[in-house]
């Protein structure tokens, strides 16, 4: 499933709505460039499964656990980029099963641990233009971005966002 995703509070409000999908168990995989909208749209995945914040960039940790505001699955946010391969994500020793898990960058390293997962791709959305990639340096501002939502696994079979045609299709 493809979403455009104007700004920031956008980005906010997807999160939300997925956050408000998501259960003990589940692993989202957020890929992006840098300035994305990773974080920002795992802030908003927070706020939809109730746990408490404030999300940020996980920079001195590789894993940060948000506890539930409501009794449900923790948020587990992790900062995959800075992991250096599939030994150290081991030593995490996450608990999949119980936990709501969301990583940045996380492609390729966490699609074997599990055999669903929820791929989000996020894009500037830019043309060719060198003026237009000269005038949108500033990260900050608001401006469109390209989302993707591919369900990989029978986790997402039968949802909107499955990349498999439903079975008896
Ligand atoms: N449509 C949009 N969606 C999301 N963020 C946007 C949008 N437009 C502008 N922004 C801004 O872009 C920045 C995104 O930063 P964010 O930390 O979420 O990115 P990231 O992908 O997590 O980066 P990093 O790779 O450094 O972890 C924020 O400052 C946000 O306000
Ligand atoms: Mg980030």
Same mark, same amino acid.
């Given at each position: ?12 409000? /997807?999160? $939300?709505?997925? !956050?408000?999908? @998501? +259960?003990?168990?589940?692993? *989202? ?6 300035? &994305?909208?990773?974080?920002? /749209?795992? $802030?908003?995945? !927070?706020?939809? @499964? +109730?746990?408490?914040?404030? *999300? ?6 590789? &894993? ?106």
């Amino acid at each position: 499933m493809h979403r455009t995703v104007a700004d920031t509070e956008a980005m906010e409000a /997807l999160g $939300r709505e997925l !956050g408000g999908q @998501l +259960r003990a168990g589940d692993l *989202v995989v957020l890929t992006g460039p840098l300035g &994305a909208g990773k974080t920002t /749209l795992t $802030r908003g995945i !927070g706020d939809g @499964l +109730r746990v408490r914040g404030p *999300v940020q960039s996980p920079t001195f940790v590789l &894993a940060r656990t948000h506890p539930s505001l409501v009794g449900a699955a923790p948020l587990v946010h992790v900062d995959a980029y800075r992991l250096s391969g599939a030994a150290e994500l081991e030593d995490l020793d996450l608990d999949f099963a119980n936990s709501v898990v969301v990583a940045e960058w996380g492609a390729g390293l966490l699609d074997d641990v599990a055999d669903s997962w929820l791929e989000v791709v996020i894009e500037r959305r830019r043309g060719g233009d060198a003026a237009d990639v000269a005038a949108s340096d500033d990260l900050e501002a608001d401006e469109p971005r390209s989302v993707q939502l591919l369900g990989h696994g029978p986790r997402w079979a039968g949802t909107p966002y499955s990349v498999a045609p439903a079975l008896g299709a």
